[in-house]
């Protein structure tokens, strides 16, 4: 059936009709001009952005917990998977690198070497591949109500947080178990405000992420590949540093802030040793940047995400 | 209806010449985009809803009535401000609440777990949910289940743990979205009697749905769409009555005198409020 153009033809009897848009006339046009009636779903002010997310920071947190509490639990063994997994992984690169191809070059602890690498790089690379599709995946909360759309990306943020906690101490309890044996010292609580700085990068890196996998879906194929480069470009399985001899991919390696960061795990529970300020400095900048500027990127598109 | 100069005060809702477009790319083959002279030019557009306006004020329970597919869900959601109109504007005198609120509850946790969350999610502090928690238990009417996970729940007690707890937040213009189809007499008369306290709360209601007689019952007034357009907007008992006979006609499989009837409550329509 075609209704629009018959109904035109025929549904337009003869007659004087106003035919101006309801908003320019009165008494509406005066409601709009006075600030009674507002228009519905277009972008706020960034105060006004940031005053609604703080409004609903008991949502988050509320949420990010239920959601890290809840997510395991189809499996028998629920929430013991999230230590369990990364465990796995990091038992797996030490047979493949440590065992078969005897990759560890003098490194004095190997085995925390890696732990503490492939856990805490793990951290990282969850935030950023969850990110790309985190808009798609929510599509029906989004559709639903209506709420700043940066909760989503804070709320992952949050989730991730809380999800490290038990993997740290899985870090913890491994170097005291296994061979050669670290015990706690002083510069283990330096962990607490490096994990902090962690998720900050972390945020950022999952605003312009998320944004990204906005406009362009297939990009999650491409952040899978990402972390993987990154994964051994940052010394997270062997000290890559030592295989490089080319002056200026040195540089680039060295400089990248996840090696930096997973650097500076290894400084505090390996070598019992607190990092240089420089290295403090360098990755709170990189996480204050990354964080402002993915937030604004995000905002900028806020209405695009509840399009189809 | 359009023009309502004398509840100057009262206008809650003014939706003004709001179209709604998807584009969507059609075409079996995923392989077919990469054609020479074949990609871009498959690209079909839905227009979801044409060009509707119509102020709502205070008070007003309006039945968005229409067949499936005729946008009205979709305006629901532009009025919603959760998806943005392709152009046009709607204004609104306070944020309308969708009774969507479904979608952020967790099937693990319990019943009274999920009033937590909901609330929260339609931005209550904690202290306004422990206040609000005793009414919303009373009107989901789930007793001692409550205390299970709601992933147990029965789909008629989904939903009426959902339609309790959109309750809470007493949201000065609520829109539901067929939320009473599912649900027993005893919930249907209790959801009857929160919509009557809602619409005390000086509020403003939206209720879509396909069926004339949910539409009569409950609104004062109607507007009806199909194809994304407004074919009559008036008294919900003069809509639902033309709406149900051209849906009758239609349904016996006349087409054409279908569309005379559309016409004809299109025509009468703007020459009453045009």
């Known amino acids: ?308 | 209806m359009a023009g309502t100069e004398d509840h100057r005060g009262e206008t809650s809702i003014l939706v003004d010449s709001v179209s709604l477009t998807y584009t969507s790319t059609s075409g079996s083959s995923p392989l077919s985009r990469f054609r020479p002279g074949q990609g871009r030019a498959r690209r079909t557009q839905v227009h979801a809803v044409r060009d509707v306006s119509f102020s709502v004020t205070r008070g007003e329970f309006v039945g968005l009535v229409g067949r499936n597919g005729s946008g009205k869900s979709s305006l629901l959601r532009v009025i919603a401000g959760v998806e943005p109109a392709t152009s046009g504007t709607v204004y609104a005198r306070s944020t309308p609440t969708l009774i969507g609120v479904s979608a952020a509850l967790i099937g693990e946790m319990t019943g009274s777990e999920n009033i937590t969350l909901g609330c929260l999610a339609m931005g209550l502090s904690p202290a306004e949910v422990e206040r609000a928690r005793p009414a919303v238990e009373e009107l989901a009417g789930l007793g001692a289940a409550i205390e299970r996970p709601m992933k147990t729940y029965s789909s008629g007690m989904g939903a009426r743990l959902r339609f309790a707890i959109s309750r809470a937040s007493h949201p000065e213009i609520l829109l539901i979205d067929e939320a009473l189809s599912t649900g027993d007499a005893s919930f249907a008369d209790r959801s009857r009697r929160a919509m009557d306290e809602a619409l005390e709360d000086a509020g403003t209601i939206f209720l879509v749905s396909h069926a004339a007689q949910t539409i009569e019952e409950l609104c004062t007034r109607a507007i009806w769409l199909e194809q994304g357009r407004l074919v009559m907007d008036g008294p919900a008992e003069e809509v639902a009555r033309q709406y149900r006979w051209f849906a009758h006609v239609l349904a016996e499989g006349d087409e054409e005198k279908a569309l005379g009837l559309l016409n004809d409550a299109h025509a009468e329509n703007r020459r009453q409020y045009g």
């Open chain 1, 1 to 308: 059936m075609s209704v629009s153009t018959e109904t035109e033809r025929r549904g337009a009897p003869a007659g004087p009709w106003d035919d101006s848009a309801l908003a320019e006339r009165e008494p509406f046009r005066e409601l709009i001009a006075e600030g009674e009636l507002r228009a519905v779903g277009v972008r706020p002010s960034i105060g006004a952005y940031l005053r609604d997310i703080w409004a609903r920071r008991h949502f988050l947190v509320y949420d990010a917990r239920s959601r890290v509490l809840t997510k395991n639990s189809k499996h028998r063994l629920g929430s013991v998977w999230l230590v369990g997994k990364p465990v796995l992984d990091a038992a797996f690169f030490f047979v493949i690198f440590g065992l078969v191809l005897q990759i560890d070059r003098g490194i004095e602890n190997y085995p925390g070497f890696i732990i503490i690498g492939v856990l805490l790089f793990r951290y990282t690379a969850n935030s950023m591949t969850q990110s790309a599709s985190l808009m798609h995946s929510n599509r029906a909360m989004i559709h639903a109500f209506s709420f700043p759309r940066a909760s989503l990306v804070i709320s992952l943020a949050l989730r991730e947080l809380f999800a490290v906690v038990p993997l740290l101490a899985a870090v913890f309890v491994m170097l005291m178990i296994i061979p050669p044996h670290e015990f706690p010292s002083l510069s283990w609580l330096m962990v607490l405000p490096l994990v902090p700085l962690q998720a900050l990068m972390n945020l950022g890196v999952s605003f312009i992420v998320a944004r990204i996998g906005v406009s362009l879906p297939d990009i999650s194929f491409g952040f899978n590949f990402l972390s993987r480069v990154l994964m051994y470009g940052s010394g997270v399985i062997f000290p890559i540093e030592r295989f490089i001899s080319h002056p200026a991919i040195y540089e680039v390696m060295t400089n990248n802030p996840l090696f930096i960061l997973l650097n500076m795990y290894r400084t505090m529970l390996l070598d019992h040793t607190v990092p240089p300020l420089g290295d403090w400095l360098t990755i709170a900048a990189w996480g204050a940047g990354l964080t402002v500027v993915g937030f604004l990127m995000f905002w900028k598109a806020e209405e695009r995400y509840g399009r189809h």
